[in-house]
């Protein structure tokens, strides 16, 4: 048990999820699913998915930044031509 902390629709407060799982939804990302520990309700809470121990020093390096490229001047539009002048 993660003892993770939600919002409960019901109570209108942050309360403790109980009996939660981990999820993933349908676009790939992270979820916990539950009950709420006072009233009962569902609850859902995206993201804060399962958590990776990390140890001492073996932190990824952080990637050097790129320089950034000159852009590119934009090409002038060209001027609308005139409506031509009404046949008689």
Same mark, same amino acid.
């Not at 019901?10 to 939804?25: D, L, P, S, W």
């Not at 709420?36 to 073996?58: A, E, Q």
């Not at 790129?66 to 001047?73: G, I, S, V, Y």
């Given at each position: *048990?993660l003892a993770?902390e939600g919002?409960?629709v019901?109570c209108k407060a942050?309360?403790q999820?109980? +009996?939660?799982?981990?999820v993933?939804m349908?676009?790939?990302r992270? !979820?916990? #699913? +539950?009950t709420?520990s006072?009233?009962?309700?569902? *609850?859902?809470?995206?993201g ?5 121990p ?8 952080k !990637?050097?930044a790129?320089p950034k490229?000159?852009a590119?001047?934009k !090409? ?8 031509k002048? #009404? #046949? #008689?």
């Amino acid at each position: *048990m993660l003892a993770t902390e939600g919002y409960c629709v019901k109570c209108k407060a942050k309360r403790q999820i109980k +009996g939660e799982t981990q999820v993933i939804m349908k676009n790939g990302r992270p !979820a916990t #699913r +539950g009950t709420c520990s006072v009233c009962g309700t569902k *609850m859902f809470k995206i993201g804060g998915g399962p958590s990776k121990p990390v140890k001492k020093g073996m932190a990824k390096p952080k !990637a050097k930044a790129k320089p950034k490229a000159k852009a590119k001047p934009k !090409a002038k539009a060209k001027p609308k031509a005139k409506a031509k002048a #009404r #046949r #008689r």
